[in-house]
Structure formats: structure tokens, C-alpha cells
């Protein structure tokens, strides 16, 4: 993940509009998301740096944005882009069986959710 995690304004607008779009006070976005309301409205005026991605992924998931878009905002999509057109791009086998197209799609989208996570445990440890 990048190290600069200053928040762009694009990420903050895109949050702001899905909020407004939801139909969400601040407040009640801030409390589904295990955040202070302070917390978000320092994100939307910019005066807070990004938030890590696990708190990322709640705000998409609470305002239905999709994951893919916050990953992206966050710069965590390249560093796992490579992996996902591996997967995509090759053919392999689990158990000696052809892996068929359907699964490499499940695997990638399984793999979506979890590894932003565990990247970002791993850049905490360095």
C-alpha cells in the first residue's frame, strides 16, 4: 500500500456523495462504522489522512460503494493487480483438476476482500 496516505479529494467527494445518495447522517455513518463523527467530517474537509482499509471497507460497504472503487482510491489495487491477472490470465489445477474460469473468479473475488487486509497488517510489522 502506498505510504502516502493523504486523502484525495476524489475519495472524500465519492463518500460524501453515497452518503447524501443513502440518505445517512453523519453521525449514523460514523456509528455503523465504528468511528467518531469527527473522525469522518476530518476526512471530508481533508484535514485527516486516509483511513486504513478495514475502515474503508466498512464506509463502502455501509454506503454501497462498490470495494473495488475505495481499494483503488486507497492505492492498494495495483499492488494486488498483478495477482488477480495471474490468476485470470493462467491456467492451473487444485487437486490435480483444471481449475475452470467460474472458480478463478471466485477465488479472485474472495481474494479481493481479504488481501487489502492482510497487506495491511503486513506494512504495520515492517
Known sequence: MSKDRKVSSEFAKMMEQYR???GISLNKLAAECGVSPAYLSRIKTGKRNAPSVPIAMTVARELDIPAEQILTMLG????????FD???????????????????EAIIGILRGVLPYIMREDAKNE
Open 20 to 22: 447524501i445518495k443513502k
Open 76 to 83: 492498494v489495487n495495483e499492488e494486488v493487480k498483478e495477482l
Open 86 to 104: 495471474l490468476l485470470s490470465d493462467n491456467e492451473f489445477t487444485f487437486r490435480g483438476q483444471l481449475v475452470e474460469s467460474n472458480v478463478k
